[in-house]
């Protein structure tokens, strides 16, 4: 099942303009991943944010975690219409035999 | 970087027919690989983990004598859906983690439509 939420379900921005994700969980992390998925393909792992940190940066990319809110954020800066895709949070407890668990991703659409 | 090769990237097959996926890990040692799937505009759903020469644990839900899964080598594990039907269509996706640190690789994904 699938314990993550995101929001929005779909964002439509212009280029240039920022993109803010967010993501939900409901149980502890061992560390939160986001990805990307263009149309039909495979996941790009973006970054990942262990449960101790509270905000890295990767290029245009930020992201926030806030374990007290079982919550985290993706922010894209200054968008490309390259950006459109579909952005998912995956959640690792890094116990024996764990696995990643997704949200239910945002997808997001940067209009040139 | 770690790379997961899948393949076929898409496959069409008929009715009551069965289709293997492969899932090879290239440049390291996947001691666990997992099997997505995807329905479209959908998120990922986790089907089976498999250890290298163990049986996968599947999730629930998820029939095991459909999808059958084999994972006989540290860089090979493949996915048979057995007896598809057009209910079967969907993305399938493996993501293989290897033995040291955080890292999870996923394949590029496998398109299945039964006809």
């Known amino acids: 099942s699938q314990q993550g939420e995101e929001d929005p379900q779909a964002l439509s921005i212009q280029e240039g303009e920022n993109a803010t994700m967010n993501c939900s969980y409901k149980?502890?992390?061992?560390?939160l991943q986001w990805y990307r998925q263009n149309s039909g393909r495979g996941l790009v792992h973006l970054i990942l944010?262990?449960?101790?940190?509270r905000e890295k940066h990767s290029g245009r990319l930020r992201v926030t975690l806030d374990t007290s809110k079982k919550s985290s954020s993706l922010l894209i800066t200054a968008s490309r219409a390259a950006d459109t895709a579909s952005y998912f949070c995956a959640t690792d407890p890094w116990t024996s035999g764990s696995r990643l668990t997704f949200g239910e991703g945002t997808q997001l659409t940067v209009n040139p | 970087g770690a790379v997961v090769s899948q393949h076929p990237s898409w496959v069409i097959c008929k009715s009551g027919t069965s289709v293997k996926i492969e899932c090879r890990s290239l440049?390291?040692?996947?001691?666990?690989m997992f099997w997505y799937r995807q329905f479209p505009k959908q998120s990922l759903m986790l089907m089976a983990t498999s250890n290298e020469g163990s049986k996968a644990t599947y999730e629930q839900g998820v029939e095991k004598d459909k999808f059958l899964i084999n994972h006989a080598s540290l860089t090979l594990s493949t996915l048979t859906v057995t007896s598809a039907h057009p209910e079967d269509s969907s993305f399938y996706i493996c993501s293989a983690r290897d033995r040291v640190g955080y890292g999870y690789t996923f394949g590029s994904g496998t398109r299945l439509t039964v006809v």
């Open positions: 149980t502890s992390i061992n560390n």
């Open positions: 944010i262990r449960s101790n940190e």
């Open positions: 440049d390291f040692q996947a001691t666990t």
